[in-house]
Structure formats: C-alpha cells, structure tokens
C-alpha cells in the first residue's frame, strides 16, 4: 500500500459520499477507507424495525452493500454491483450500532470480489455478505 493509494481510495470516497444520499439518509457513516477496503456503520432506528421488532434485513443488506461500494470503488474507477449475497447470522436490534467492514478478496480485469462482515456493537456477526462487482470504466472522484 502506498500513499499514493490510500490518497485515491480517500478521493474517491469523499467523492461518492458527497452524492450517496441513500447511504447517508439512512444514517451511515464512513469509519474508514483504504485499498480495497471500507468500513460503515449504522444505528438502527425505530423506522428500521421490522413487524417482529427486528432491524429488517433489506437495511443490513443496504448496510453491506454500501460498504462494498466504497471498497470497491476505492481503486479509482468506478465499480457497481453485479450480484451479492448475505446470510443473516443473529438479528439487529432498535438502538443497535452495527458496523460492516468490506474487504477485497480479489479483482480481475473489471470484476471483483468483496466480503463484507457485519457486526454488531458486542462484536458479534450479524451477516456475512459476498458481493461481485464490474467496473464501468469511469473515474468516481
């Protein structure tokens, strides 16, 4: 990792969240970025809690997802979703501050592959998320 890099991922970052109001207007931050990694975080909100009183899991998705975005498009060039997937470990609770951390697992040529953990404030797993991605070629900063 150079600083070169780690300067690009920040670029890029700062410039997708400027734009990402669905990230921010569901109350994530960005806790961090690097070379093929992100970490976000949320706190579910009562509006977040499904009929059973549990976070739904579309906001843990959401949560994963953007995660991987960031990661993914922390490179330089502009990455989107191509499939992802989750597998929800234990559910997310109403006043919970849950946390995704996505890592890149590989890239090549313009797809690649990014897992992303999510957490709960005890550290305990939440999901487990495997996300591909495609590049479009395009600069996001």
């Known amino acids: ?14 410039a997708m969240w400027a734009e990402d109001g669905a990230s921010r ?5 960005l806790d961090a970025v690097g070379p093929g990694r992100a970490v976000l975080s949320m706190t579910v ?4 809690v499904n009929g059973l009183g549990l976070c ?7 949560l994963a997802d953007s995660a991987m975005a960031f990661a993914s498009n922390s490179h330089g060039q502009a990455a989107v979703a191509q ?3 989750v597998t929800f470990i234990r559910p997310g609770r109403a ?7 996505a890592t890149e697992r590989g890239r090549h040529g ?15 797993p939440v999901a487990e998320f495997r996300g591909h991605t495609v590049t479009m ?5």
């Open 45 to 48: 909100r009562a509006d977040m």
């Open 56 to 62: 739904h899991g579309g906001y843990i998705f959401s």
């Open 25 to 29: 207007g569901m109350g994530m931050s």
């Open 137 to 141: 070629g395009k600069r996001p900063a």
């Open 83 to 85: 499939h992802c997937g």
């Open 110 to 124: 313009r797809q690649g592959i990014y897992d992303v953990r999510v957490t709960g404030e005890d550290g305990t």
């Open 1 to 14: 990792m150079t600083a070169d890099a780690d300067t690009v991922a920040r670029t890029s970052a700062d």
């Open 95 to 101: 006043g919970e501050r849950l946390t995704a951390e």
